[in-house]
């Protein structure tokens, strides 16, 4: 079966080939590279899941193939769950985008105790089948903030997020150790295990 994927992000489309491949699903993959001309979508809803699904929505109407987008980002309990689907855009900042909308949160947050420092990070994964069927997937993925970022990999707000039952940020772990326990990849691993039920009854 052919799969298109919301995204033009490789690191984002290799970790869900690995993770297909893992569950030994016969499957092609494609990017939304891979049809010029595909809609740029905005995310205008106010949760995770209607964004990724209007992502994908909008793809396999474009492609006519069953098309699979995530949207995630990180709520901070002190900010009420903010900044939560506006996690990409927090700062409004053009360049450096993801050190502006860290620091930012950092601002927001300078007064809180570090006991209140509660986040998680959330990602809804979901598939889009030409004939209708939506598949919906949801991982998370609980820590604390910290006050001033440590760690140089991963990206966004990882540099100040150290998830529950570690002492590092997810910006000190190897990809392979945060895709162990991200949200993103709880929430592929879930759609995965979807889709292989979906295609062994074709
Ligand atoms: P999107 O799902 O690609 O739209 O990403 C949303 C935003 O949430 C990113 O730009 C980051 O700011 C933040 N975010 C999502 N997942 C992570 C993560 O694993 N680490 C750090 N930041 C993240």
Request: charged share 25%; aromatic share 6%.
């Amino acid at each position: 079966m052919k799969f298109v994927l919301a995204t033009r992000n490789a690191h984002k489309a290799e970790e869900l080939k690995r993770i297909l491949e893992e569950l030994n699903l016969d499957c092609e993959l494609f990017t939304v590279a891979d049809f010029p001309g595909a809609p740029e979508v905005e995310e205008t809803e106010n949760t995770f899941e209607g964004n990724a699904l209007l992502k994908a929505r909008a793809l396999a109407k474009f492609t006519g193939l069953a098309a699979i987008a995530d949207d995630s980002g990180l709520c901070v309990d002190a900010l009420n769950g903010s900044p939560g689907v506006l996690s990409a855009r927090w700062s409004g900042a053009l360049e450096n985008v993801d050190r502006a909308n860290l620091e930012l949160v950092l601002e927001q947050i300078k007064d809180v105790a570090p006991e209140n420092r509660g986040a998680k990070f959330v990602c809804a994964a979901v598939a889009v089948f030409p004939n209708g069927k939506e598949l919906v997937a949801v991982g998370e993925m609980f820590g604390n903030l910290i006050d001033a970022p440590i760690g140089e990999n991963g990206f966004g707000y990882d540099p100040i997020f150290v998830p529950s039952g570690f002492e590092i940020t997810t910006a000190q772990m190897l990809a392979s150790e945060k895709d162990a326990i991200s949200h993103r990849g709880k929430a592929l691993n879930q759609l995965a295990q979807q889709l292989s039920e979906v295609i062994s009854k074709d």
